[in-house]
């Protein structure tokens, strides 16, 4: 089924300014433990902090 993909040239001009932008590693964390826990069953029964104990024992921390 063919479709017609509209140019925005603003949009485009936004994305490739966001894609320049380096995260700190700290949003970098943050949006990983939201990813993990955003993507648990909803009956799961890890906590948000569970979440971040356990990606931080998977990068060898003490937890």
Do not use: Y
Not at 4 to 31: C, F, G, H, S, Y
Request: hydrophobic share 40%.
């Amino acid at each position: 089924m063919p479709f017609d993909i509209v140019d925005d040239a603003a949009l485009l001009k936004r994305l490739q300014a966001a894609a320049k932008v380096e995260m700190t590693p700290e949003e970098i964390r943050n949006q990983r433990v939201s990813f993990v826990f955003g993507n648990l069953p909803k009956n799961h029964p890890f906590t948000k902090h569970q979440v971040e104990q356990a990606l931080e024992r998977m990068d060898g921390k003490p937890a």
